[in-house]
């Protein structure tokens, strides 16, 4: 697995997402514990049905009380359940996107390897 809390920290130059972009050590110890926390439900994200996964994110977001948690699932996540099953969630995700306005912020914290213009319409929903 990559270095996530390098990235959610502003360390990395992948970090695109200006939303959890920290310094703070204390901040990444947080994101730390958080990716931990939701690391178990990453086999779901991979091999689960795409649709319970996005569920199981929706649910966690809405759950979630800090902002660590939120870029944890961004990076944990989020990121492999749409960078493998876009094609299988995106108007699932759409809706979602609309309801959520923590699933938006998971959604931007998120680095999406997909075609450009699917990604692009992601992320315009994801605008509060």
């Known amino acids: 697995m990559w270095d996530a809390t390098r990235r959610l920290s502003g360390q990395s130059s992948l970090c695109r997402s200006r939303v959890w972009r920290w310094r703070d050590p204390v901040v990444v110890s947080d994101v730390r514990r958080a990716m931990d926390k939701y690391q178990r439900h990453w086999a779901l994200m991979r091999d689960g049905p795409a649709h319970e996964a996005l569920l199981?994110?929706?649910?966690?977001?809405r759950e979630a009380t800090t902002d660590a948690e939120l870029a944890a699932l961004a990076v944990?996540?989020?990121e492999p359940l749409v960078?493998?099953?876009?094609?299988?969630?995106?108007?699932?995700l759409e809706d979602a996107l609309e309801r959520s306005s923590s699933l938006r912020r998971v959604l931007r914290g998120s680095i999406l390897h997909i075609p450009q213009e699917i990604e692009?319409?992601?992320r315009a929903r994801a605008i509060d």
Request: proline share 0%.
């Open 120 to 122: 692009d319409e992601l």
């Open 76 to 78: 944990t996540l989020m």
């Open 56 to 61: 199981l994110v929706r649910r966690l977001a």
């Open 83 to 92: 960078d493998m099953h876009w094609h299988e969630i995106y108007a699932d």
